[in-house]
C-alpha cells in the first residue's frame, strides 16, 4: 500500500465541564491538562507518496466535536496515511485520543497499528519536534523560531494563547486560518526534514517545496502565509 503524509494540528479550548480552576487576582490562566482540552479546528494538509499537494482543509468542517473526530478516524482507518505533526506526539494525538475516549469513538489505526506510537521511526507518525530535539535529548523549540529559520513567516497574527479568546467572540474562521497557516509551514519543514534526512536530494527538495508553494498560493485560507514567505531562502540548499 502506497502511503501519503497527512500533515495535522489542533486548535483547542478548555473543557469547562471538565476543567475550570478559580484564579485569583493576577495569576495568569494555567495551561489545562490534556484531558481537558476540547477540539475545535482539526486542520490537515494532504500529500501523496511523492510530496505532492493534494489538498488542504478542515476536518468535519461544520460538524460538532465527536463528528470531526468521527471522520477523521475513519478517513485515517481507511487511507492510512503517515501522520506528520509538530508537537503531535506530546498534544494532539494524546488529546484525539482521550476526547475519543470520551465520545465512544473508535481510534482503530492509533491501537492496531503500532507505528502510529512507536517513537523512534518515521513510519505512521513522524513528530517533527521530536525528531528535531533528538527525542528529548535536546531541548524541544517551539514550531515559530523553526519555521523561521527556513524561511516561513512562523506565527503570523495570531498565537495560540488567543485561540480561547477568539473563540469565545465567535471568530471561528480566524482560528480555522491560524491552524491551517500552522499546518502548512509543517507541510514545508517536513520537506525541509527530509532533505535533512537524506531522504530528497536537494534536487528533489527544491521541486517539492516550490510546487508546495505553488499549489497553496491559490488556496484562500493560507494565501496570506504565502505572500509572507521568504520564498528565496525557502528554496536555498548548499551548492558546494
Known sequence: MKRGFLVLDIETVPDRTLYAPELKTGE????????????IVLGVLW????????????????????????D????????????VTYNGRGF???????????????????????????RYS???HLDLCDFLSDHGAARAIGLDPVARLI???GKVGVDGSQVEGLYNAGQLEAIKDYCLSD?????FLLLRFRLLQGALTAEGYRAAASALYDALTVEQRVRPLC??????????????
Open 92 to 118: 494532539d494525538l494524546p488529546v484525539i485520543a482521550l476526547r475519543c475516549l470520551r465520545h465512544g469513538i473508535p481510534l482503530r489505526f492509533y491501537y492496531q497499528d503500532r507505528d502510529y506510537r512507536y
Open 227 to 240: 505572500e509572507r514567505i521568504d520564498r528565496e531562502r525557502l528554496l536555498h540548499t548548499y551548492a558546494g
Open 72 to 83: 477523521f478516524a475513519a478517513f485515517v482507518d481507511r487511507e492510512r496515511p503517515h501522520l
Open 122 to 124: 518515521d513510519d505512521g
Open 183 to 187: 499546518v502548512a509551514q509543517t507541510a
Open 47 to 70: 500529500l501523496d507518496q511523492t510530496y505532492r499537494f493534494k489538498r488542504i482543509g478542515v476536518v468535519g468542517e461544520g460538524k460538532d466535536e465527536a463528528g470531526m473526530l468521527a
Open 151 to 153: 524561511g516561513l513567516p
Open 28 to 39: 495568569e490562566r494555567v495551561f489545562p491538562p490534556l484531558y481537558a482540552h476540547r477540539p
